[in-house]
């Protein structure tokens, strides 16, 4: 059985920073692309940023230059460092990874973890 379990949401005033951990544990042969979710009150779930198994990453437009997506596949981990967070940022965030199991390849996510900043 595969699990995401993330990290490192929190109360946060403008401006100020936060870093989210996504770890992936069980059976777990190989693990693809990663990426961060977030999906605001009332909002549609939406794409904040990827990272490939190799590294390249894509961001959202409204977090270039503030987020930076990371990972490390020794820990089976990946990161969101989030920079100069603006309440509009307030949202749950959720983790994603393709993972290949005994079962096959498949798209697994996190519980989810609250950000909220304040004005």
């Known amino acids: 059985q595969v699990q995401l379990v993330e990290s490192g949401g929190g109360l946060v005033q403008a401006g100020g920073s936060l870093r989210l951990s996504c770890a992936a544990s069980?059976?777990?042969?190989?693990?693809?692309?990663m990426g961060w979710y977030r999906q605001a009150p009332g909002k549609q779930l939406e794409l904040v940023a990827t990272?490939?198994?190799?590294?390249?990453?894509d961001y959202r437009d409204s977090v270039k230059g503030r987020f930076t997506i990371s990972r490390d596949n020794a820990k089976r981990t990946v990161y969101l460092q989030m920079n100069s967070l603006k309440p509009d940022d307030t949202s749950v965030y959720y983790c994603?990874?393709?993972?290949?199991?005994?079962?096959?390849?498949?798209?697994?996510w996190g519980q989810g973890t609250q950000v909220t900043v304040s004005s």
């Open positions: 994603q990874a393709n993972i290949l199991t005994m079962k096959g390849r498949g798209d697994y």
């Open positions: 990272i490939t198994s190799g590294g390249s990453t």
């Open positions: 069980g059976s777990i042969a190989g693990i693809g692309a």
